[in-house]
């Protein structure tokens, strides 16, 4: 029996719980109508004290794991933790995030102009020219430092691990994966509260597009109608259609189909808040469902709601797929990966699909603060598939499914 308590944290708590928007809004059943055009206009950015204590705390691992410093190059992990983007190319740049003070920068001298604009005044910047080694120049940083261990970020690409090898041999070079992931899995209330409001306005954005349909209209369409409705309630968002049988491949076939009447319309979608992004995907019928599609749905939800309820701290990654897969299979839907494909969930946040995954496997621990996406699917060839997606945060005693509006019928894909 599921208590009161653990009822209201399956089933939705409101955004000014986060304390990251203004003038928060409920988040019931309403109409796309009846919304705020620009959805983000009050949210709270993330501020410098937000990314010193996602440096502080990647300094707190660091030690226990004796690294004295992580090189990050441009990517989600350099974004993350100095609010820097910056493009990959051959010439490296990046950040060497260290145990005594603030990162320290390695950047191409022509480039140093450009860095400036974006680097905080305070943090030192070495540069190396064309003909210099960039290499050398992280070697002789750690040098400074006092220390020789050196982890690399998981998206460093192996030319920099080679020219490290070359050029700085002194160097113990390690996985920064231990740091990053480490750091990133384990989200703030603010951030819970970012992907909370991007999966809230892709639902709405679902609501639109699904109230839009009509005949002969094709992929494109929708996708067009769902970007521009992004767009419109202030955010950059997809809408990925699958039409017909062409919902039995999980992420869509190349083949070209018009919608028409007794189609299954499967939508995967998205958008980012202040660089958190959400997953969420519906599934309806254009036209009159008919008992299979109504079959399916029934054993997709119950598979979601089973998950859901499995969920708390201390539990193994694998063990939510496992449930899961277990009622599909009581259903007649298989074993393994017959019909469900794939696994239950991925973790969310700056990716949209990051560290960890649930899936068979992984005995990862779950924690309160992480953040993943839950999402079973039926994918019969040939005929349809049918995938309800929605993302949840680990709370201290349970789960928390984000955004509302959760499907209840193949025809009432958002709540109705």
Known sequence: MVSRRRFLEIGG???????FVKNAFSLSNSTPESEPKNMVGDVVPLTPEDFERRLEKAKRIMAEEQIDGLFLTGSTDL???????????ERTFGALINRKGAPIWVCPAFELDRAQEHLPKSHEVRTWREHESPYAVI?????DLGGNRVALGPTVRS???????????????????VVTENCRVIKTDKEVGYIELASKITKQVHKEVFSRLSDGMSAEDIMTIARDSHKEKG?????????????????????ERKLADGNIVLVSGGCTVEGFNCDVDRTTVFGKPTDKHRKVFDVV???????IKTVRPGIACEDVDAV???????????AQYEYFKHRIGHGVGMDGHE?????????TKLQPGMVFSCEPAIYIDGEFGLRIEDDFVVTEDGARLLGGMFATAIDQPLGE
């Open 13 to 19: 708590l409101s955004l000014s719980t986060f304390g």
């Open 79 to 89: 974004q993350y933790f100095t609010n820097v983007q910056w493009g990959r190319s």
């Open 139 to 143: 070697g002789g940083i750690m040098k």
């Open 159 to 177: 030319f920099t691990a080679y020219g490290i090898r070359k050029d700085a041999p002194q160097l113990e070079q390690v996985d920064g994966a």
């Open 235 to 255: 955010v950059v968002g997809y809408g990925n259609p699958k039409i017909g049988p062409n919902s039995a491949f999980p992420h869509g076939s190349s083949v």
């Open 301 to 307: 939800k119950k598979a979601q709601t089973e998950a």
């Open 324 to 334: 899961a897969r277990k009622v599909m299979e009581d259903a007649g839907f298989g």
């Open 355 to 363: 560290y960890t995954y649930l899936v068979k496997g992984n005995k």
